[in-house]
């Protein structure tokens, strides 16, 4: 099972803004914080147009947390890896995601889409996505948006327009990636305590375990909106040497376990 009573996060689905019942195979959690009621708006009228159920995840607001999930941040580490302090923001985050994972535990759907709620979706997506799924290999990510294409290995063509490749740099974004529950149990076992921003988390298959492929061109893109995560200034240029030998250490391995021993 993804959950026990010492899991510290959990899923709270907004049932009222939800749809639960659709076609295939593809459920969408899409994560929203209740005091943004516009972004809802947004992602709701994109999903609401397509013919797959979906879920509103009410997600972890950074500035409320209590102590316990306060706790879960190794705050040495975070800021060795990232040049700079942790911010509620970005604790909310990487906790709202976590939550979405457990979702699968109690729903039928063989598949997960999480979306955060800035996510805007290019025109017959859902017909991408599904060819895609004809190869979908079980305990896999994949990822329908990214921020840079990077360094990628071709693997398969999903369409006319579109391939499945594999990323061998850090591409960033969450807008939308897909998992199965193979891969959220992977990604809940590795999740604590938090390090590195959400984001570099699931693209660490040597943290999780979990390979990670992605669609070019993106099925979707980040809606060009003021983000719910405030980031901290970085530190001093020469504070930050460990950060630099760090990500060093990050890219070498993100480039071994995606080219050489997750094919």
Known sequence: MLQDTTFPVQATIDWTHSRPVGAGEV????????????????????????????????????????????ATVDHAHFEKANGRKVTPGDVGCYLSHVAAWTVLDQQPQHYLLV???????????????????????????????????????????????????RPLTHQACNAAYLIDAQAAQHLLR???????????????????????????PPLAHQRGVASTITKQKKFHWS?????LVYRLKAHTLRMWHSYFTMA
């Open 27 to 70: 459920l969408i959690c899409a994560i929203n914080l209740d005091r943004s009621p516009d972004r809802w708006d947004a992602i709701n009228e994109q999903l609401a147009a397509s013919d797959l159920p979906y879920l509103r995840l009410s997600a972890y607001d950074g500035s409320t947390l209590p102590p316990v999930l306060q």
């Open 115 to 165: 979306v955060e709620d800035d996510a805007v979706f290019e025109a017959g997506w859902t017909d991408t996505l599904r060819q895609a799924l004809r190869t979908h290999q079980p305990g896999t990510m994949l990822k329908l948006s990214w921020q840079r294409k990077g360094v990628v290995r071709t693997m398969d063509r999903i369409d006319a327009e579109h391939q499945l490749v």
């Open 190 to 216: 590795g999740a604590f305590p938090i390090n590195v921003p959400v984001d570099h988390y699931v693209e660490s298959p040597w943290m999780t375990d979990v390979p990670v492929r992605s669609i070019i």
């Open 239 to 243: 504070k930050r040497w460990p950060t």
